[in-house]
T-cell receptor, first 116, second 115 residues
Framework: AQKVTQAQTEISVVEKEDVTLDCVYE???????LFWYKQPPSGELVFLIR??????QNEISGRYSWNFQKSTSSFNFTITASQVVDSAVYFC?????????????FGGGTRVLVKP | DAGVTQSPTHLIKTRGQQVTLRCSPK?????VSWYQQALGQGPQFIFQ???????QRGNFPDRFSGHQFPNYSSELNVNALLLGDSALYLC??????????????FGEGSRLTVL
């Protein structure tokens, strides 16, 4: 079975500070996708990024960047120059290639509070 | 372009009762998945419907059942409610067989409280 762990339950920062969210996953499969989702107070989960297990290249997309390291089974996510609107719960998730469909395994989430 | 819509947004039931939650997928999507999110936890996969059939199921008892209609909308039914069924129930839609595996569009959820 797969497992996703987000050790940080809550992070509080002041606007314009950078925020890094940690994610560690467990799976015996070698082919999988990793995701980050954002859940604002309204409740819906919003897709942010997806990475497949073959591609460890780290990228930057706007104020978001991620660090994927298979050797340590980690998929960390950074918000640069945080804004109040970034306040939300962030979830790391995993799905196996062979699973198909939408059976995501989510971590417990990290609540981010950005203060003005 | 309407996104994923769910109803009702909030409801309160008592133990032993039955509940039906409804979901309309995003326009152009044909697949609906349901997730249960207990307070302070991550969502857990309940099941997925495509072509009016249950295609995948998570570790949930038979008290949890569903249905998909020809217009792709879906219902989640929970029988014999327990206190532990209190949660936010999220519906997610996507296109089956596409390359966007896991990139789901979620509704705002139905918050169920069981007393």
């Amino acid at each position: 079975a797969q497992k996703v762990t987000q050790a940080q339950t809550e992070i509080s920062v002041v606007e314009k500070e950078d925020v890094t969210l940690d994610c560690v996953y467990e799976t015996r499969d070698t082919t999988y996708y990793l995701f980050w989702y954002k859940q604002p107070p309204s409740g819906e989960l919003v897709f942010l990024i997806r990475r497949n297990s073959f591609d460890e290249q780290n990228e930057i997309s706007g104020r978001y960047s991620w660090n994927f390291q298979k050797s340590t089974s980690s998929f960390n996510f950074t918000i640069t120059a945080s804004q109040v609107v970034d306040s939300a719960v962030y979830f790391c998730a995993l799905i196996l290639f062979k699973a198909a469909g939408n059976k995501l395994t989510f971590g417990g989430g990290t609540r981010v509070l950005v203060k003005p | 372009d309407a996104g994923v819509t769910q109803s009702p947004t909030h409801l309160i039931k008592t133990r032993g009762q039955q509940v039906t939650l409804r979901c309309s997928p995003k326009s152009g999507h044909d697949t609906v998945s349901w997730y249960q999110q207990a307070l302070g936890q991550g969502p857990q996969f309940i099941f997925q419907y495509y072509e009016e059939e249950e295609r995948q199921r998570g570790n949930f008892p038979d008290r949890f059942s569903g249905h998909q209609f020809p217009n792709y909308s879906s219902e989640l039914n929970v029988n014999a409610l327990l206190l532990g069924d209190s949660a936010l129930y999220l519906c997610a839609s996507s296109s089956f067989g596409g390359t966007n595996t896991g990139e789901l569009f979620f509704g705002e959820g139905s918050r169920l409280t069981v007393l």
